[in-house]
């Protein structure tokens, strides 16, 4: 058995270990922080302008994207033919309101969990629907080397009653 000193030694150094960082958010200093959220008001900003170029810039080549009941679509052309199918069809998202509520990580892998609240308009030939919905997120970000923040993966959830 090991001397109680020993254990004690091992303990406080992985409590210490453990403990979240002072100047952020579990772990997210508090600049990695905001730079975290300024990614995903990007990727709404985008979304509300239309600009495929804009959300595309806010994730990884190799992002992942995990709709609810579908396979996942990985890398920006897979998510460019899930987004923005060539069938002539075309959808335009109209409000997007998306609420952080947890939001942690390290230094070069972080998560975000929320609400996002979304209505589009969907025009294909003579059908025109108009749509909203309300659903659980989870977002996957991962440090660059350049030092910025982008999605890699983006999960959302069936919408919430």
Known sequence: MPPLRSVLAVSLVLLASCRPAQSGVAGISSHDSTAI??????YVKAWLADDTAGVLATLTPQAVLLP?????AT????IR?????QDGSR???????????EL?????????RGISN???TYDKDT???????????????TRQPDGRWLISHQMWGPPLP
């Open 37 to 42: 959220r300024a990614v995903q008001e990007a």
């Open 68 to 72: 609810p009941r579908t396979v996942p």
């Open 75 to 78: 890398g920006h052309a897979a």
């Open 81 to 85: 033919r899930f987004w923005w199918p």
């Open 91 to 101: 959808t335009r998202i109209t409000s997007f309101d998306w609420d952080i509520q």
């Open 104 to 112: 942690s990580g390290h230094q070069s892998l972080a998560f975000t």
């Open 118 to 120: 979304l209505a589009w």
């Open 127 to 141: 059908l025109h629907l108009i749509s909203s919905s309300r659903s659980v997120n989870l977002s996957v970000l």
